[in-house]
């Protein structure tokens, strides 16, 4: 949820204050094969070079007993890597249930979880996504925090498992 403020000064007309963050749209396709299963999905902030990454997003199986949908996220290989093995899951806020075909969003404020504080200097925002009788695919976005002017867009387009990934950084 995305809330605005308005301020208005004697003589001054009321203006929406711009949150910062990022809005990611994640286009999940449908594809045309006979075992059709949900993929899962894992987005994530890093520094380029870095060891460490921010975890803002793992969609996976979590209505399975005992936890037992967390078996299969290694296949997530890069995010595992990254931030899965020492992340407890289900982790507030990031988790979630895998989700439709069709494009999906996450919103993303700057200060609050699962962005929170991100320092200035050069990122890439990596969505990866592993289907089970399927494929794997990573995308990677580079951008600037924060958003210079009015802001950035940046765009990647998988060729299977993914669809059109977009990020806008305000």
Same mark, same amino acid.
């Given at each position: 949820?995305? !809330? ?11 203006? +929406? ?6 809005? /990611?749209?994640? @286009? /999940? ?6 075992? &059709? ?7 994530? /902030? *890093? ?12 969609? &996976? @199986? !979590? ?11 290694? @296949?997530?290989? %890069? ?12 982790? @507030?806020? /990031? ?6 075909? $069709? ?17 200035? %200097? ?9 289907? *089970?009788? $399927? ?6 976005? +580079?951008?600037?925090? +924060?958003?210079? $002017? ?10 299977? *498992?993914? %669809? ?7």
């Amino acid at each position: 949820m995305r !809330i605005t403020y308005s301020l208005a000064l004697t003589g001054m007309a009321a203006t +929406p204050a711009a949150a910062a963050g990022i809005d /990611i749209s994640i @286009d /999940i396709p449908r594809l045309s094969v006979a075992e &059709y299963h949900r993929p899962y999905v894992a987005a994530w /902030i *890093e520094q380029p070079g870095q060891a460490t990454a921010k975890t803002v997003a793992v969609w &996976y @199986d !979590i209505g399975k007993r005992n936890n037992a949908g967390t078996k299969w996220l290694r @296949d997530l290989r %890069g995010w595992w890597r990254k931030a899965g093995r020492t992340l407890t899951l289900p982790a @507030d806020g /990031i988790s979630g249930a895998t989700r439709a075909p $069709g494009p999906q969003k996450l919103l993303l404020t700057a200060g609050a979880p699962p962005l929170g504080k991100l320092a200035p %200097g050069h990122y890439e925002l990596v969505v990866e996504a592993a289907r *089970e009788v $399927g494929g794997r695919e990573q995308l990677r976005l +580079p951008f600037t925090w +924060p958003a210079k $002017g009015p802001g950035q867009t940046v765009t990647a387009k998988g060729t299977g *498992e993914l %669809g059109t990934v977009t990020a806008v950084i305000k």
